[in-house]
């Protein structure tokens, strides 16, 4: 192989010319697999399938293709040895450019692909580390996380909640029922994205729709229908529908009475854990909140070093990260959202956002990301953390045992990546550690 590379803006383009003789034993081993998969898949009248001579079979292969897919593995390989070889810091896959590729010729590939640029860290940073500990110290002096009485409680009516039973009623619906609904509704005589629904659960009293609709609902009676008119609030979460007025059309189909459980001794006992009383429950329920609020506590303030670093922290940030960035953003995004039953696109018109906006809206956001993987890789750096090899392999041993039995994710685990991605997650933690006991 022989290469040359050239750093431009945040970027390096390596071009590598592959030798005939490199490429010619992969590429006649590949060509004779792809001409025996086409004597088992050709039909040629006069012949059965999978047994059509291999002289005709080869004039389905596409030998070309063949090339290119020989040519893809040996640029893989060439690329990291290149960029290794010039101790470069790439991210993401590189962009390929093919430009010379014959049979029986040397190739020539051009791959563009985004640097991680070097950060340095901020001369002050052990005082801006210290700053953040103060802060916090202050702040949970004040019991910043510490669960109050109400918060539990809320989470035990929440509990109740969840088991409320319902019961069809031949009554007018009232505050607290739960009515199964269809509904339209119209600006101008034309529905609304997303405003229109049949069969729709809806609690009287939870405030899920916009002031004045559940108030209307109120006193229906099943299958009557009811239009009425009503204007969106001026700060709606959805900008193209603030402050209009639209219609909406209704029809009622059932009411439904709920009963919330009381909370006593035998809704404790109902949950079919060890509780025998509510105390216990409440207790339990005091405890994990504890535990998560804690977990939350010091998850903000590994946030604030961050944050705070970034801040003061000046370097650029090529697109093409970025990019990348905010596609794992919005990925995230859509994970929570389907987890409510919506999908992203409904997500969106909800909004009256697209991705583009999404895109644009959050790259400052992707930025700041990306600059605090870089600061938290800088700090490991400056405070000499490198987790030994028997924790690493603890850690993995935890995840392999997720999947154990899971034949096609056991096959799939890239022990290599497991044990890279493992040690940096354990270096990271060990250096939230170290900061907190900075002074």
């Known amino acids: 192989m022989a290469y040359t590379s050239t750093t431009n803006e945040g970027s390096v383009i390596v071009n590598i010319t592959l030798p005939w003789e490199q490429l010619k034993d992969p590429y006649e081993t590949a060509v004779k697999q792809a001409t025996k998969k086409a004597t088992e898949t050709t039909s040629v009248k006069g012949f059965r ?41 790439v991210a993401g896959n590189p962009q390929v450019s093919v430009k010379k590729m014959a049979e029986g010729n040397d190739v020539e590939v051009e791959l563009t692909v985004a640097l991680i640029p070097v950060v340095d860290l901020p001369k002050d940073w052990k005082k801006i580390v210290s700053g953040v500990n103060a802060d916090f110290a202050a702040k949970k002096s004040d019991g910043g996380d510490a669960v109050d009485k109400d918060e539990v409680e809320a989470e035990l009516r929440r509990l109740a909640e969840s088991r409320t039973t319902t019961t069809v009623v031949a009554r007018g619906a009232k505050d607290g029922d739960e009515v199964k609904i269809d509904f339209d509704v119209k600006i101008d005589g034309v529905v609304i994205e997303g405003g229109s629904s049949k069969d729709y659960n809806l609690v009287l009293g939870k405030g899920a729709f916009i002031p004045g609709f559940e108030e209307n609902i109120i006193g229906m009676e099943a299958t009557q229908e009811k239009s009425f008119d ?26 439904s009475e709920r009963v919330v459980p009381t909370l006593d001794d035998a809704f404790a006992v109902s949950l079919g854990g060890t509780f025998q009383t509510l105390e216990e429950l409440r207790a339990n329920i005091s405890e994990g909140m504890q535990s998560e609020k804690v977990q939350s506590f010091e998850e903000s303030r590994k946030t604030a070093y961050l944050e705070k670093l970034s801040d003061v922290t000046e370097v650029v940030i090529p697109q093409a990260l970025i990019d990348d960035e905010i596609a794992r953003m919005v990925s995230e995004m859509e994970g929570k959202v389907s987890q409510s039953g919506m999908s992203f696109d409904q997500y969106l018109e909800g909004m009256g956002k697209t991705r583009a906006d999404l895109g644009e809206m959050w790259s400052p956001q992707a930025k700041k990301r990306i600059i ?33 039995g899971m034949k096609d994710m056991e096959e799939k685990i890239d022990m290599k990546q497991l044990y890279e991605y493992t040690k940096g997650i354990l270096r990271n933690n060990q250096v939230f550690e170290v900061l907190g006991k900075q002074k």
């Open 49 to 89: 399938k999978g047994h059509v001579p291999e002289e005709m079979a080869k004039g389905n292969v596409d030998r070309m293709q063949v090339l290119s897919q020989v040519v893809d593995e040996g640029i893989r390989t060439d690329f990291v040895e290149a960029v290794t070889k010039d101790g470069l810091k």
């Open 230 to 255: 009503l204007a969106f609030p001026e700060k709606y979460h959805a900008e193209h529908l603030a402050g209009k007025s639209a219609v909406f059309e209704v029809t009622l189909h059932e009411v």
């Open 372 to 404: 605090s993987a870089l600061l938290l890789e800088k700090l490991g750096d400056a405070l000499e953390i490198d987790p030994a090899s028997a924790d690493v392999e603890v850690e993995m041993n935890k995840t392999l045992a997720m999947y154990q």
